[in-house]
């Protein structure tokens, strides 16, 4: 290697190579992904205010405790709402303020929590009453579901709210200590009213089970709590996570609210204590549905920002073995790294896609709803519970690879992605855990599979294709003939692994349908009769035929549609492409448990030959066919390096620069000796040269 080389100087001209030898239109891409050129330039507008204000300086917030941190984040709050009256920001611009944030902000789940419950679920009069204050935060609002003994479960909540027709109140209880409402985002310090998930019990102490009540948690002229219930927050998160987030925990002493306070747009109470059935008995995880569909988006722009940190970076770290040019490879240039970061890129794309038709999915149902129309919801529930599991489990690792490929630096909090992995980890636990969760997909998945079976003895195979929902899609190849019976002709055709993963998914549904039949049959208990996991093969089965046919879709109908250039289309084809083969690839245990890879033919070897082996050539022709365009595609997430805040990921490529500038800032550094050598380290060393003979003038 040559001595006078510059590795510091290498790295913004490496960049800088690696943006001419794209292909992508970077603009045209980016309009893309934030659906449309007006959404995209208001958030080019708005993150430009935010960056250029102090308030949102990010330089040392490393250093700080986390009270300090809580502080930051509601003065940060604040100002985003300053600035919203300001430039006369809409809801649009106000979310998009929001999102731009790289830090969870209390005032959050108000926005996707506490907010659309209420409106989904409260009574004209509660709307009329508290509607618009909740709008313009001149309450803050905060979701009371899981409790200490209970999260996932909702049936099992204990907190109860007990009917009193002598003076038309409820009363709001915490029966156990296992009832205390926990892990209450925004309710720590922050919420004044809360939507709290309790057990109706109506007069004669008949248990209606959990329905939903507005709360007053704070006083609106002090801020202190009301009487009789006990609010507090649960501490610091595991890593360091969610730092600035106070999430709470609530315990209610007999607490009397209004009648009107119940959520009751559906379900009722009347003055004398009669319950009115809402029309569909799960109406009231409206909400939650909301939660879980928003998760999807927010999964896809993590994941996007691990994909262009890492990229970046290992498209400007030289290490190893000399290229042509006689320094040593760019990293990026390895199998073993390119392997792992360009699929990340292509699931930041799918999740990207996926969430925003999830939020289309979801305004559709709530705007029926809003009638009392429920004939969504089932379907919604079904294909939320499978994404939600399939986008966070995803997401957190894709976050944890990329730190991974930068080696040693990438653990560095400078580098960023720490932060956004602790940060990010929880997602695979609330609003819902992932394991709890693959039991409701699967329920669906049987419902579904009941239902093809029935009506496939009375209607033609094009009838009951037809009548099947999206979710439960993938069972129409139950009642073809095209099961796979040979290698496809061509891993470049999508068609050849949607109908592999589709026919996966339909095969173990259908073997799982059989086996509890069979248990139940014989009098058998299922549970211990199947396989551990058979719950998380199934769910995660049914989810990615699902997005697999979405993917197709997006192939062959969106980018065409949305993206003009003809180059830029081939180039997203393969990344989608990319998405469909790895997802193929990580369901290669069920798709050879099902012979759905035949093997190929004896070779003169007769020794056996891998089915798959095909299929990994083409993700790695792929992934390199992909590589000249990867900083283009990442690029065209248009994130600016105040959004990235890391500097391993900086734009300009100079990550050694940036990373050398933000250690000078570490408060250790300020002092040539550290305030701890007087106290620790000096007898540390006096005792070290007494016990080792040395007097204390000796020069070392």
Known sequence: MNPKHDANTQTALDMADARESTSVDVRAVCVFLHHGNENWVRRRNIVDILSQDRVFDKAKREYLSRTER????????????????????DRADLNTAVASIDEQLPIGLHNIAFEPVFNLQASPELTSKYGRLIETRGIIGCYLQTELGHGTNVQALETTATYIPDTREFEIHSPTLTSSKWWIGALGKMATHGVVQARLILPGGKDAGPHLFFVQLRSLEDHRVVPNITIGDIGPKAMGGAAPLDNGFARFNRVRIPKENMLSKFAKVTDEGKYIKPPHAKLSYGGMLYIRSSMVTSAGWQTAKAATVSIRYATVRRQGNPDASGLERQIITYPSVYYRLIPILSHAYVLIQLGRSLTKAFDTMAERLSSGDASLLAELHATTSGLKILCTTMSVNDIEVARRSMGGHGYSAYAGLGRVYADYVASVTYEGDNFVLDQQVVRSALKSHQKLQSDARSSSSEAVIASLSPSSAYLHVLLSNSRPTTLPSSWRDPEASVSLLEWRAALLVNEHAGNVAEITNSGGDVESSIDAIVNQRIAKGVTEAFVARRVLEIM????????????????????????????????????????????????????????????????????????????????????TDWELDSALGVYDG?????????????????????????????????RGQRLAGVRGDAKL
């Open 556 to 639: 062959r109908d969106v980018v065409p549609q949305q993206i003009s250039c003809n180059g830029t289309q081939e180039v997203l084809g393969k990344l989608y492409l990319l998405h469909l083969l790895t997802t193929v690839e990580s369901a290669l245990t069920d798709i050879l448990s099902f012979n759905l890879l035949p093997p190929p033919p004896l070779s003169s070897s007769s020794f056996p030959q891998d089915p798959s082996r095909s299929l990994r050539l083409e993700i790695n022709t792929l992934c390199k066919e992909l590589l000249p365009h990867a900083i283009g595609l990442t690029d065209s997430f248009g994130f």
């Open 654 to 686: 100079k990550v050694y620069q940036a990373l050398w500038e933000r250690v000078q800032t570490e408060p250790l550094n300020q002092k040539e000796v550290p305030d701890a050598y007087e106290q620790s380290i000096k007898p540390i060393l006096e």
């Open 70 to 89: 809580y502080n930051r984040i509601q003065a940060i709050t604040n100002r985003i709402y300053e600035l919203a009256e300001q430039h006369q920001w």
